[in-house]
């Protein structure tokens, strides 16, 4: 179980493995490994994420819409 001092605002299942989500300002993704262990990266506040979250399935890219702007990640996953 994973834990967090924010509210969660915004949240993206991206598969079985990977759960993106907004909690409070923050950027934060989730991925449980092959142990069953929740590890979770928190991107950089340089972000400034009161925004929308979106993951497309084909191209395997997330989209961010923050303020006027779409962020878009690399392919994220194989």
Not at 38 to 64: A, C, G, M
């Amino acid at each position: 179980m994973q834990k967090f001092d924010e509210t969660i605002t915004d949240a993206y299942w991206m598969n079985n493995d990977y759960i993106i989500l907004t909690a409070g300002n923050n950027l934060v993704i989730t991925e449980i490994d092959i142990r069953n262990n929740v590890n979770k990266i928190t991107l950089p506040q340089t972000l400034s994420v009161t925004s929308k979250i979106s993951f497309d399935l084909q191209e395997k890219r997330l989209y961010l819409l923050t303020g006027n702007n779409t962020l878009v990640s690399e392919r994220l996953v194989p």
